[in-house]
């Protein structure tokens, strides 16, 4: 078939993991126990099961308007921060940001969680800093943690009774800020 082979799995990493948080999302929205026992972390006793789900609630979300909403942007700046720093790195960062978010839940809250919305947030963030120069901060930095971070915590105070965890999309930046802070360090460092 000539025309597959035009196509291109250029972002392995950000393409696998929308495919299995379709999966994940279809599963929620056809079998919620199953859904609820793979997608969602929330305090339990520590178990198998519990440790994996600390990485798997970035796979499951409530419905497609959930998960198209998260992956939108995921797969918007995903494949061009993968082609920057490599796949490892990505997958990485993915499972850093699912790890902060989903522990910092179940140590706060007791509230279950489920969605990408963390990891979404954590790959805007640091796309703001890719072109990091030492001794400047980037103004897009500056104006991401101001629009995005400063609009979750307002949400957060004002809103208090949502179904959004403001506090996932705080730690998604959280992390974004961290790990592209690293990353802009270490590529200064391989130049130089």
């Known amino acids: 078939m000539p025309v597959l082979n035009k196509f291109h799995y250029n972002a392995p990493v950000i393409l696998t993991y ?34 994996l789900r600390l990485f798997t609630h970035v796979l499951g979300h409530i419905n497609m308007e959930h998960f198209t909403g998260n992956f939108m942007l995921i797969l918007l700046i995903g ?12 997958l990485a960062t993915i499972l850093i940001t699912a790890f902060v978010t989903g522990f910092v839940n179940v140590l706060l809250f007791e509230t279950a969680l489920m969605g990408a919305s963390g990891v979404a947030f954590c790959l805007i963030v640091i796309a703001s800093l890719v072109n990091l120069r030492q001794g400047s901060i980037p103004i897009t930095f500056v104006l991401i943690v101001a629009l995005y971070i400063g609009r ?34 270490k590529d200064r460092r391989a130049f130089n």
């Open 18 to 51: 929308a495919v299995l948080a379709f999966f994940g999302t279809l599963i929620v929205s056809s079998v919620s126990q199953v859904g609820a026992s793979l997608f969602f972390i929330h305090r339990a006793e520590i178990t198998l099961v519990f440790v």
């Open 152 to 185: 979750e915590i307002y949400s957060a105070i004002n809103y208090y009774y949502t179904n959004i965890s403001h506090l996932t999309h705080i730690l998604g930046g959280v992390c974004g800020a961290a790990i592209g802070l690293f990353l802009a360090r």
């Open 79 to 90: 494949p061009i921060l993968e082609e920057k720093y490599g796949s490892r790195t990505i």
